[in-house]
């Protein structure tokens, strides 16, 4: 094989589908980045077997040919080289030369047989968001997944897509993160679950335009996104997901509106006196048109009065400081509305179109403070 | 106490004298930073018993007092209050109560009387330079001090000061630093060795301008720093340091002259091929007008030709890349010359002035390419 393509496509492209190789694996064929050049493109593709990527990058081939190349120290040359044309070349013992200039690298490869491709998938059902909707709502929701890998189900993100309205959800037991969004066009119901680690790799490596469009196919058992030259396929996660709907509910005692940013930084900075896994809550006392913020730990003590507009009952709640900070985050908002019922019920903070939900349980804070 | 300054000043004095608070230490006092307010202005201190810094800050006394406060904790309060006035109130226990705007922090704070003060410096001796050239000619030298605690000396710089000149050398035992500078006015000969971690120091919080001096004070057991309203104090390294002038020798076999940054560069690409700990040097072959560098690991092998201006004989010889890395990085010129004995002997890279001198030792490449 013997191809020539500028470092900026070749750097790129290895990028992409690095974010598919695993960190750790007791298969070295899956470490290696696939380039083959046998049909008249150069793609490169990397897989762990639940995530592929896949790209096409310009360039030109001078001797079609398959190489697999350890994918860390490919990159890793590729990105120490000057800024021009880079050469590859490679010899039926695998060795592979890869030129730069005066620089010259003589690294070992792998044969492209044992390499795992990408599954087939039919492309028939398909949506398409624009790549900022896409990287918006993947951040926006993928804090409030689970780590915990008992309940696998927890470890993704349900994709619902119901006539022209996608809604994604995430939760770990003690939060929901819900985002709407409204799609060009309408489509057949479809429920899936994505793995939380295909979101977290796709959002790192979406351009984030808001012209161009990512496409989103399904399977019985696949999610493939493409954009670009790129393509990402992953396994879904089995099961029935979360009915979320029986733990949503409108009804409140309390209702207040806040200024965003006030709220936030009162609770980072209360957060100042808690250490890492220390479980000490933030006690909010909502009375008229005043909100008092306190924490006490054993470092200290913080509070804070923030105005309000309130509606409804006084009342004294406590929170996670941290599940308040996750989701105030990714509001854009300036005001947020925040509905309560009691100190046990759960939190809501959503705006009137409901195009976001977030829903945080509260903790016991009579037993702690 | 009660004393009220701006969150700028406070934050910017508090992160000065946080340099000096040991992260680990049995002596809670030496985790606080000192608050003194019984004289008319407000100083801030914090000492190690090695490395103690005092800075006054801006701001207004209403009632005289002394109090020591957790370093860490204060520091993370301060920096996230709102930009605003930040009021200190203490009381006879040391509870401590820092308010910003709404929001209102109590912390228990320590008695002033268990805090080591500096010590009392005689300024009889005394240097001035820019405090631009102080923070450069660390950040010259640092690199090549030794962490190793077995020699002492070694994890210290020498500050020579002859006439109108000070010699700042470092050394480690496989390479030598030198870095001469001009000084404003001609002084007594001097000769003393600070420790590393206190030029780190100073050299963090140095500001770095050209036009304001750095006041260098020493004493037989330490060296004072003082720029601005900020006084560095620290001890000094005893014992003789290493006689440095018979290591060095103006004879040469063959020089080179070279593109600073075509070398540099060509050496950072070679070593990702090796990993850390892994002592493969990268070899050089000196011949006329080109100079090729080469590397062998168990991952691959690379090489590249530089073009080069030879005076003097061919040779190859080996190096630790990282020297070669560490002594380039700090050197602005943009052509380099390298002089060379044989395989055996030290390289230098020096300017025709001698105002910056590497020394870097060879290491041995026959056994083990």
């Known amino acids: ?158 994709f619902d897509i119901n006539d022209n309205e996608l809604k994604v959800v995430s939760l770990d037991g003690h939060r929901i993160s819900i985002r709407k969004i409204e799609l060009k066009d309408s489509y057949e119901p479809k429920k899936v679950v994505v793995p939380g680690k295909t979101l977290n790799e796709v959002s790192k490596i979406l351009p984030g335009d808001t012209e161009s469009d990512v496409y989103i196919f399904f399977t019985p058992n696949h999610i493939v996104f493409e954009f670009g030259y790129t393509t990402v396929v992953s396994r879904l996660i089995e099961g029935e997901y979360f009915k979320i709907d029986q733990m949503l509910s409108s009804d409140y005692e309390t209702k207040i509106r806040i200024n965003k940013k006030e709220l936030l930084n009162c609770i980072d900075r209360a957060t100042l006196l808690v250490k890492e896994g220390d479980k000490k809550p933030i006690i909010i006392n909502i009375t008229d048109e005043n909100m008092e913020l306190k924490i006490n730990s054993i470092v200290g003590s913080m509070n804070e009065d923030i105005d309000i507009e309130k509606n409804g009952k006084d009342l004294m709640i406590g929170f996670n400081p941290k599940f308040l900070i996750d989701a105030l985050r990714v509001i854009d908002d300036e005001e947020v509305d925040l509905y309560m019922v009691n100190p046990k019920a759960p939190c809501f903070i959503k705006d009137a179109d409901e195009t976001y939900i977030y829903l945080v349980l509260p903790v016991n804070f009579t037993t702690v403070s």
């Open 1 to 158: 094989m013997k191809l020539v393509c500028s470092k900026a496509n070749l750097l790129n492209g290895v990028q992409t589908v690095s974010k598919a190789v695993p960190n750790k694996t007791t298969m070295s064929i899956l470490e290696c980045i696939l380039i083959d050049a046998t049909k008249g493109f150069i793609t490169l593709t990397a897989n762990d077997m639940e995530l592929g990527i896949e790209t096409t990058i310009e360039g030109e081939i001078l001797e079609k040919g398959i190489i697999a190349l350890d994918a860390k120290i490919f990159l890793e040359i590729v990105r120490k080289l000057p800024d021009n044309n880079i050469t590859i070349q490679t010899d039926s013992s695998y060795k592979a030369i890869i030129t730069c200039e005066k620089a010259k690298f003589n690294i070992l490869g792998k044969s492209g047989e044992d390499f795992s491709y990408l599954p087939l998938i039919e492309r028939e059902y398909s949506i398409s968001v624009s790549q900022f909707t896409l990287k918006e709502v993947i951040r926006q929701t993928i804090f409030s997944i689970s780590d915990n890998d008992n309940n696998k189900l927890m470890t993704g993100e349900l």
